[in-house]
């Protein structure tokens, strides 16, 4: 168990609908990073939050948007679904910025199902 | 820019064989190397790590080294279990703390 806690872990709904996936980080961890996983384009970063502060932004559609708490809980907003977004996706999170080797740690995922 | 290529898989190995997963990296400054593993249904997890050129990083038999020179960091195992089957991903975290994932080497063991 990483500590990092993810819901729901399974979820399916219609294109043009809107869903919100919903991460706690591990307790103290300041960091949280969403990734989607697709079969046919891997680990992709989507986004990363400090402290409730946007830190750094990747391939997140402009349909998708994010934010994070400030009891550091984060939230994954997805809208106007289409069926290429069916996908894994995962939080991750961890204690530090700046420095190196900083590990960070996944939770299990939320499987998004587009019908 | 950042960006981790790894080698394509699915590898299929016997029981005891030697495994190499092949990983090099393009980054500005001295980045972290990671692998991360991903067993069905879970999420990924810390394999190993190495935090400066020549670093070796180490766990459950796996090994792998920082080579700076050759933007390396390849993963190896010197006898693989049928546990060992899952899912090995290569990254790299930049001195802004951004992770950069390879694509994943799905790795099968037969006994």
């Known amino acids: 168990d990483s500590g990092v806690t993810q819901t729901p872990k399974h979820l399916i709904t219609a294109t043009g609908q809107r869903v919100t996936l919903r991460c706690s980080p591990r307790s103290g961890d300041l960091s949280v990073y969403w990734y989607q996983q697709s079969l046919d384009q891997g680990l992709q970063f989507l986004i990363q939050y400090y402290n409730g502060e946007e830190r750094a932004k990747g391939n997140i559609l402009e349909r998708f948007s994010a934010q994070q708490f400030p009891d550091l809980h984060s939230e994954l907003n997805l809208s106007s679904l289409e069926l290429g977004d069916s996908a894994l996706y995962f939080c991750a999170s961890s204690s530090r910025t700046g420095g190196s080797g900083n590990t960070i740690y996944f939770g299990e995922g939320s499987w998004l199902t587009v019908v | 820019g950042n960006s981790v290529t790894q080698m394509e898989g699915p590898v299929t190995l016997s029981e005891e064989a030697f495994l190499t997963i092949n990983c090099t990296y393009t980054a500005t400054g001295y980045p972290s190397l990671f692998w991360y593993v991903q067993y069905p249904g879970e999420g990924l997890q810390l394999l190993l790590k190495a935090t400066k050129a020549d670093d070796k990083g180490s766990n459950k038999g796996f090994e792998a080294t920082y080579r700076k020179e050759t933007t390396s960091f390849h993963l190896e195992k010197g006898s693989v279990q049928v546990s060992d089957s899952a899912v090995y991903f290569c990254?790299?975290?930049?001195?802004?703390?951004?992770?950069?994932f390879g694509t994943g080497t799905s790795l099968t063991v037969i006994p």
């Open positions: 990254a790299l975290e930049n001195t802004g703390n951004q992770f950069y």
